[in-house]
């Protein structure tokens, strides 16, 4: 008899609730911590989701909270879910376009990237971890350098947070081993600007960093995928950017004391991190209010599809901003590129995108509910940066009781891990009835 196909949904769910569990034991030893006891139940389970979910989240200083050998686990736990993440992703996506008839592949095919569609798993493999550990070793390479000589912090000590910082940056995580985080590099281009850049590239995605790299020389032969990850992110580069450098420019509690090159690199990091980096070289407790609004908007979108980011993902963001775009013109067809764009993926993007919404509401509206005295906004931004696993905080994360920690670990594993699951369990649930009903237009709008 043939052996059913575990579910995508389930295997991802599982892997992720089962990495939490080993690290919430592993942090529960008492040599995970740096003082004499044991740390609370309560703390190594959030601190385990968030470094598997790569949400960087603390309710605690991470870097005199725990020991050298937690430091480690952190890290540890961090690359297996940044790493875990990229390729249950993509091998998600393969397992949904085996699971699709010919028609269905040959689609798929011709819409993404054909060297992974074909279900070539140990390229897809091969690629995540090349990719990873080159940007890392780089990452680490160049903060040791500048750690060493222009901060005179000791070689090991230098290499140690080098290392630290460059898993946290590729894999969209926000630890620390200072308890300011970044605040003392704002204006440092040789510590900013590296970290930076490996978020970019780690929220990018397996798929669309292979096919860039394999058809780097031809764009116009990129598929609709990549066209708008690409696109979609430099777009949101621009608005991250400007947003924060336009609207914190004289704010002396984050950019006004900096100088101008140091608030343009401010305005660049701190526009950019929010879609799921989670470092913070300013005060995002400080922030005006407006410049808050901004930020909550680039978390929910978040990154790249099959990368270590959270969110909606970029492309689901902007073929609903076509979807709408079409609409408006009265058009037929989404078309995308010269591609028109299949209703089933609109659909699956509308219900990714209301999921999000529904999800967040809820969280921040329980949150409330169970924690009095807290404004609305800071709540918001709360929930909304675990359920993006962008790990920002405006200080309110360390102060929340018990309830409140665990509705932000629900939302950290939710916004991980649904995403994933809601749309492999969508693409492989399409059935196709022999039959349609009468059609019927209620009144919209």
Request: glycine share 12%; aromatic share 8%.
């Amino acid at each position: 008899m043939r052996q059913a196909r575990p579910h995508p949904a389930r295997t991802v769910t599982l892997a992720f609730l089962g990495a939490i569990t080993v690290g919430t034991a592993l942090l529960l030893l008492p040599v995970s911590r740096a003082g004499p006891e044991s740390p609370p139940l309560l703390t190594a389970f959030f601190t385990a989701t968030s470094a598997v979910t790569t949400s960087g989240m603390s309710t605690v200083d991470t870097a005199t909270y725990w020991s050298g050998f937690g430091h480690v686990l952190l890290a540890v736990l961090t690359q297996a879910g940044g790493f875990g993440i990229t390729t249950i992703a993509t091998l998600a996506g393969l397992l949904v376009s085996q699971r699709l008839g010919l028609r269905g592949r040959m689609m798929t095919g011709a819409e993404t990237n054909p060297g992974l569609a074909h279900g070539d798993v140990r390229a897809v493999l091969v690629l995540a971890a090349l990719v990873m550990f080159i940007s890392e070793a780089v990452i680490a390479a160049i903060f040791t350098t500048r750690l060493w000589l222009a901060y005179d912090v000791p070689l090991g000590r230098a290499a140690t947070e080098g290392v630290f910082n460059a898993i946290q940056a590729f894999n969209n995580c926000g630890f620390s081993l200072r308890s300011d985080g970044l605040t003392s590099f704002a204006g440092d281009w040789w510590v900013c600007l590296p970290l930076t850049l490996g978020v970019i590239v780690g929220g990018i995605g397996v798929p669309v960093l292979h096919e860039i790299l394999r058809e780097a020389r031809r764009p116009a032969a990129w598929s609709t995928h990549t066209r708008l990850t690409v696109g979609g992110t430099l777009v949101l580069l621009v608005v991250g950017f400007a947003a924060v450098l336009g609207l914190e420019w004289g704010n002396e509690d984050t950019l006004g004391p900096l100088s101008v090159p140091g608030k343009i690199l401010a305005a660049f990091v701190q526009g950019t991190i929010p879609r799921s980096g989670g470092f913070n070289t300013v005060d995002y407790g400080a922030m005006n209010e407006d410049t808050s609004a901004i930020i909550v908007g680039l978390m929910f979108i978040g990154g790249g599809s099959a990368s270590t980011a959270g969110g909606i993902k970029v492309t689901t963001f902007f073929l609903l901003a076509y979807v709408i775009w079409t609409e408006v013109r009265g058009e037929r067809d989404v078309v995308v590129g010269r591609r028109r764009i299949a209703e089933t993926t609109q659909r699956q993007a509308t219900t990714v995108a209301l999921l999000g919404v529904a999800t967040v509401a809820t969280g921040t509206l329980v949150l409330l509910a169970i924690t009095t005295g807290i404004p609305f906004d800071r709540a918001l931004f709360e929930v909304m940066s675990a359920f993006s696993t962008s790990g920002l905080t405006t200080g309110l994360t360390a102060e929340l009781s018990a309830p409140g920690q665990l509705i932000l670990s629900a939302m950290m594993f939710i916004g991980r891990v649904g995403t994933v699951a809601v749309a492999s369990a969508l693409a492989l649930n399409t059935r196709h009835r022999q039959y349609r009903y009468p059609e019927e237009r209620p009144i919209v709008g």
